[in-house]
């Protein structure tokens, strides 16, 4: 069933793909085979294999409870706060923080966490940014 | 002779101070990803493209570094396989058949050394395969136009998808999910931009090294997260390592394994869409048809751990022929190489071996040193590896998850490329759940806009005449040797298969 969902929305990818490639605008620099006809192959690529997945389905693969998939998703927010705050709160605290929680959910108990968190960050800080040269992003306070 | 000389042009590349020791942290960094269960040679070589991107290394360097990792992680998958019955990486997979039971029967050290001399052998005799053969294939490819090159990307295609899954239309569909990816921005010939929904971040396409750190380390990261397996596999009090020199009718008992497995890997490796995963498993297979006639193999027969390490490093240099020679990758951690080389605008090829020689030489040389290395690294130190084994994912994980991050980081200073990059690791993990190979993803991204290139310029040669891309007995018998790549698997497929796959590999 899995499968048949998949290659549906695998189609559907494909028609949506195939319609913006009509939008593309034509250019007076023309050759032969122009900016649409590639995209247009593509498409018919992925539609036609969209449609086998729909008529040979492979065996459902063993998703994650719901549990485990509402995590997967608060540490895809946390990721997506990150490179958001990384600008504003500096590389060290933000990586910190990220770092923390990412190894807090992969079963540390939360002091160790914390304190991987903050290993994590200024081990990174001190290679790749005191001995390799790397530009990090700087915060507030430079860090 | 002209081959040695230029080989010796190589060696005076390599041997400064600086490509010496960029080599020396590439095997050695290269040891301890292939080692850990959960960084393997694809990823553990994404994570480290932006960095020595953004480090400024000129093109021999960086290629020098980043070869050294791929050649050690083939070395370093074996560690884990012997002493924990868990493959570092997927071509070690093999190794743990006999690997563990020679560690149970307290032979680890033996082991250890063993498979330690036939990755040596194995990648040694590759090198010089590919001192030897990229050049013959360079001549061939100076003979494609347009159209050749362009039947030639499809035959990628069609034979990496056909290898790398257990289902062609994935593969196919992967693949077309990479040439769209690619397609993304202002075309290159006429200008206009396709697919940037206004988007002006997305004029410049998105950055190859961005959707390949994302699928192939971040989404790694997912897998761990969804099975919580947090905890280390290893558990030190059961691995003893014991002497470590192999006694010489070992070796002298394994050396056929070793001459025969190094031959199978190497054209396994040559082949595109192979890889080392294939080649160690051909050389594993056929040996035990050959030689197991008492029955010793999966029970700790030192052949079976000597013939798929031997296989699979003769299979990672071999998998360096198609992608120096002709540009076209022959697995999951050749394409990624190839996408560093993109990166620093060179196109591997005929060309390359004509403008840049030294690129090219210094490179192979320094696989000749650094596999030296990797043989001192892995058998007299190799009880300094072990103890890497035992860092916990919990916090290696995390560790893998912001270097991605700041690699990518570092490329632009861009948050726009760091939330593209999220998107492509829970891609990633979503594909990897559904059997969606991510190799010709990433194959397509990187080769997607050549394809397209080479496909214009054939049609504006011949003035729109499609019959063009069949024009010429060369361009023919690539198409042949496509569709056979592509439908052969179907028909024998599940000879290969057996045993072979966990479903979330991420290719080699």
Redesign the interface.
Known sequence: MNDRIFGAIAVALAAFYAWRATAIQESFIQDPVGPKIFPFMIAALLGVSGLVFVLRPDPAPQWPHLSRLFEIAVTVAVMVAYALLLPEAGFVISTAFAAAFLSWRLDAPPLKAAIAGIAISVGIYIVFHLILGLSLARGPWGF | METLSLLGDGFAVALTFQNLFLALIGCFLGTIMGALPGLGPSNGVAILIP?AF??GLPATPALILLTSVYYGAMYGGRISSILLNIPGDEPALMTTLDGYPMARQGKAGEALALSGIASFVGAFFATWGLVYLAPQLVKVALLFGPAEYFALFALAFATLGGLSS??Q??A??A???G??IS?IGV?G???????TFGEVHLYDGIDFLVAIVGLFALSE??V????????ADADASKMKIGRLTPPASMLRETTPAMARSTVIGFIAGVLPGAGASLGSFLAYSIEKRISDKKGTFGKGDPRGVAAPEAGNNAAAGGALVPMLALGVPGSGTTAVLLAMLLALNITPGPLLFQQNPDVVWGLIAALFIGNGMLLLMNIPMVSLFVRVLLIP???L???V???S??GI??IS?S?FD??VM?VF??LG?TLR???VPLVPIVLGVLLGDQ??KN??RA??IS??DWTVLFGSPLAITLWAVAILGFVAPILFGHLFRVRRRD?EHVGD
């Open positions: 960095l953004t480090l257990k289902n239309a994935k196919a569909f693949a077309a999910l040439l769209g397609t075309d010939q006429t200008g206009v931009p396709r697919f990261v997912f761990f997260l969804e099975s919580h397996r947090g905890s994912p919990k916090y994980m995390p560790i998850a912001m270097v991050f700041v980081y570092g200073g948050t760091l939330l999220i690791g829970v993990w759940k559904l059997d394809m397209e496909l214009r049609m504006t003035d729109g479903p």
